[in-house]
């Protein structure tokens, strides 16, 4: 794709990505090993990195493959370490694919290089085909060798040959994998969950605003009508006491009167109180979001300053700048300036336009418009030892829908990988056994699920499952 583009070939990205500009193109992938020229294969590449090391500048883009294979382990690592750090002192660009650990090693310590890995579902023993950088990857040799059906004997020979020290370089590899693929599923959970609450409590509002409206307009017409209410019922008081007094009546006709006229009080009273009562809870909403927004303002504020370069438009209009046409909602790159016209890529078109018709944009606005960002992780940090303590280690599923019950032993055998339980258990009950078919139909397709068997007779027997984990 470089050498596409640097040809002047349209390639597979993004309208505004972004690519350098390379004088040297270093390749080192394949087997280019020759019997005419008595070249074996790890001749083919120390020839190549000769050539690199000759010609490499901080101009050049260096691509290798498999860097140091094609020899002996140990004195391929130290060689490949060793031209590592010269491309490294050379300030060269470039991508390189190993699995050899002194390289990782060297990569975490090393100002110029980053360390690097394709995304693993450590589950199912398959690529996710995602690049993240920051941490070295496992090879997942082992992994890979127990799902091809790899005997166990064999496997756990070679674990023993590589000795613990390597065997637990991988496994905290592993780890690093499971868990960052366990909070990025609780990350997007929540994110979910969020913004169902923001749904529903925009949608609460919108009904109380539309209740509140309403109730202002039953109250208009309630008032007006208890306005004629009163005033007929003071007229009939009076004659009603008129006609006490002049038939000379007893008491309890006098209490009966008063009695109607507390009654018909006391319900305009709870009208006004229902009032009330819908403006606290509007009062209240409006209250939790401005708190909302706090929090979101509050992160957002903790942020690295750099994002504010971003956020700051150009004074002036320059190759490079970002521009939208006055009035319109067209976004481009100018790319060169005429006097007092420029030069403006919309996309794949061209145009030449007036200065005085364009405004600069900051380079936030023109990526917002352009294409959509996919917000960072958040960095998650957390204590694997205190999850362990808090960790019970038999989970309790009774009772629950199957879809649930199934969803749930999900999450709690996610949880007993990553903190390295070796055994669980399920609760599940007998009844009719289908939630325990599901159950282990599940667990039959996780691969460092050892075995699931049934809890001995005198513990629970048919009713709990105990899962043992290859951990």
Known sequence: LQYMMQKGFLISASENSEMGLFDDLFIDIGDEQSIDNDLSTYSSHLLNMKNILRGATGRSLVLIDEFGTGTEPVIGGAIAEAVLEKLEQKRCFGVITTHYSNLKYYASNAEGILNGAMTFDVQNIRPLFRLETGKPGSSFAIEIARKIGLPEEIIRNAADKAGSDHVNIERQLREIARDRRYWEQKRDKIRQTEKRVDELAEKYRSELETIQAERNRLIKEAKNEAKQITSEANRQIEQTIRTIRESQADKEKTLLVRRKMDDFRERL???????????????????????????????????????????????????????????????????????????????????????????????????????????????????????????????????????????????????????????????????????????????????????????????????????????
């Open 269 to 471: 009273e709870q009208q006004e109180a229902d009032s009330s009562l819908i403006d606290r809870k509007i009062e209240q909403l409006r209250r939790r979001e401005e708190r909302r927004s706090e929090r979101k303002n509050a992160k957002t504020a903790g942020k690295p300053a750099d994002r504010s370069k971003e956020l700051q438009k150009p004074h002036a209009v320059e190759p490079g700048t970002k521009v939208r046409i006055k009035g319109q909602d067209a976004i481009g790159e100018v790319i060169g300036l005429s006097g007092k016209r420029a030069t403006v890529g919309f996309g794949q078109i061209l145009t030449t336009i007036d200065l005085n018709r364009l405004e600069p944009i900051s380079n936030a606005e023109y990526k917002k418009a352009t294409r959509e960002l996919r917000p960072a992780a958040p960095p998650t940090n957390f204590s694997t030892a205190e999850r362990r303590l808090q960790f019970h280690e038999q989970i309790d599923v009774r009772g629950m829908r199957v879809a649930e019950a199934v969803e749930t032993v999900q999450d709690f055998v996610d949880e007993a990988i990553m903190l390295g339980f070796s055994e669980i258990r399920i609760l599940h009950g007998k009844g009719t056994g289908a939630l325990k078919e599901e159950i282990r139909s599940y667990l039959r397709t996780v691969p460092l699920v050892r075995s699931a068997k049934d809890e001995h007779e005198e513990m629970g027997g048919a009713g709990i499952t105990v899962v043992k984990l290859d951990i």
